[in-house]
């Protein structure tokens, strides 16, 4: 037996490829097994291979398991929001209590300062550590790059363009569930 996650990659290629991003996550069998139930009620069919094969050959089903995936996208990205909400708020009732989240300060600058000891190394000794290395710290800056840029988008609030997308969300599932 295929294990889920393998599974509901094998679904979303067909129809859904945006669920793919939720299926690498701490959740992600929750989600795998979601998407294959919902393959396997749209079809009618009882393995998820006979699901993908209907998929794959009716446009009708991909337009309902894709109605599926759209509302589960919608449910996932709710409660990613409710949970950095939620992350917001603490911080709101620590200031309050005047108290700082100090976790949160030692993890920025220990990033911070990762990033900067990688660049630093790439700048100083690039021509004498191999192109593997330099290839491997190149990574791990991007990686401090995006942590970094997650700490400021927590702090700061969403872009303009993830307020857009969370509008469109909201508005997709105003409109399908009313």
């Known amino acids: 037996m295929m294990d889920p996650i393998t599974a509901a990659l094998g679904l979303v290629s067909v129809a859904a490829?945006?669920?793919g991003k939720w299926l690498g996550g701490s959740d992600g069998e929750d989600v795998a097994t979601k998407?294959?139930?919902a393959a396997q009620a749209v079809t009618g069919a009882n393995t998820t291979a006979q699901a993908a094969s209907a998929l794959a050959a009716d446009p009708t089903?991909?337009?309902?398991?894709?109605?599926?995936?759209?509302?589960?996208?919608?449910?996932?990205e709710r409660a990613y929001l409710q949970d950095r909400q939620s992350a917001r708020q603490r911080d709101v009732e620590l200031a309050k209590s005047g108290r700082s989240n100090v976790r949160a300060d030692l993890m920025?600058?220990?990033?911070?300062?990762?990033?900067i000891a990688c660049i630093g190394v790439l700048a100083f000794y690039r021509n004498q550590v191999p192109g593997e290395v330099v290839g491997i710290l190149s990574t791990v800056a991007g990686i401090f790059g995006a942590c970094l840029k997650?700490?400021?988008a927590f702090e700061f609030g969403s872009s303009r363009s993830s307020k857009e997308k969370d509008a469109l969300i909201a508005q997709s599932i105003g409109g399908g569930r009313g």
Do not use: E
């Open 17 to 19: 490829p945006y669920i």
């Open 35 to 37: 998407v294959v139930a």
């Open 61 to 76: 089903l991909q337009l309902q398991f894709q109605t599926h995936m759209a509302t589960l996208n919608a449910d996932l």
């Open 108 to 115: 920025v600058a220990g990033v911070t300062l990762g990033l």
């Open 150 to 152: 997650d700490a400021f």
